[in-house]
């Protein structure tokens, strides 16, 4: 069925099949910016909303188009956590795609990356645990054979880890969300009782894990001894974040970094190494970060702005508050 395409139109309806054709290597991939002028009919089809989000000089030739740091599959539905600080607080309410296969605007996000040679894969969410995507093996193995090469990563609470260790060890990395130690302290911020078996986790892992802590008026003060455990644990990376609409002016210093020269910076942002180099500690900057990411949300919607709140159509028009520092 053919759609005609109007590039003054900010959205579109795109109808898009739900059977997956295996790309022709040869043929011209469309951008954010491009409908596919044709597609395969098919009885298992949806209607998906896309918004156009390219810029006018992205939407040029894509053969010269400097590759994404990565792409994010940014899943959405009930959470096994209840994090007050979670991201899809405060986003418009997005479609629960946990149990879909294919994923809304998947060929289209994979098309994209193969047009601009973009390499990473991040499975994310915007207000869910990944590993609660029924279809994640599935999706794992249909990504290895489009994008041949891809690293795939995860990003996870990793309180499902060890029970789905084999699809957990199919990707090439993970990156644990934990901001504490502290069974209180990890109460209150991620809204449950139990923690992450993180020591079984390491041990039968096989890939690299990285830990991953935002700082709020609970945690901060407990950074050292955060640090001090991971490396008791064999972590070797720690990223460290406050919330992202925390004003630079109410971001107190991090009291293990104080005295510390970066040795170099990742995507913008100062990445120190600790105990001789055994632990390296990157303090997140969004509001410097130039990293660039393409993100496909759960209703197949792509967007290329990093910060997510800041996508078109996904901020709710009264943001919840945020928690800083007194």
Partial sequence: KTHSHNTNTPTMLVRTSFLLQRPSLGARAFSSCQAPSSIVSSPFTATVQHRHLATASQCSNTETEEPYEFGNILFSGPCNQRCYFCIGHRLAETENNLRLWP??????????????????????????????????????????????????????????????????NGYD??????????????????????????DTLLRLSRIPIKLSCVL????????????????????????????????????????????LTPQRLHQGNPVYLLDGGALEVTHWLFDSTTGRSLNLFSDGTLSDHYLLAKAPDMLKEEPSDTVAFA
Avoid: C, W
């Fill in 103 to 168: 994923l809304h605007g998947l060929e289209r996000f994979v098309e994209r990356l193969r047009a601009t040679r973009t390499t990473k894969v991040i499975f994310t969410g915007t207000r869910t645990e990944p590993q609660l995507y029924r279809h994640e093996a599935t999706l794992q193995r249909h990504l290895r054979e489009y994008l041949p090469g891809v690293h795939l990563s995860l990003h996870t609470n990793g309180l499902l880890a060890t029970r789905k260790l084999d699809t957990f």
């Fill in 173 to 198: 990395s993970a990156t644990v969300s934990l901001n504490s130690f502290d069974p209180a302290v990890y109460r209150r911020m991620h809204g449950v009782r139990d923690l992450p078996d993180l």
């Fill in 216 to 259: 709020t008026e609970h945690n901060h003060h407990l950074v050292e001894s955060y640090l001090r455990r991971a490396l008791e644990l064999g972590v070797r990376r720690v990223a460290l974040r406050y919330l992202f609409d925390v004003p630079a002016s109410q971001r107190p210093a991090i009291p293990a970094l104080r005295d």
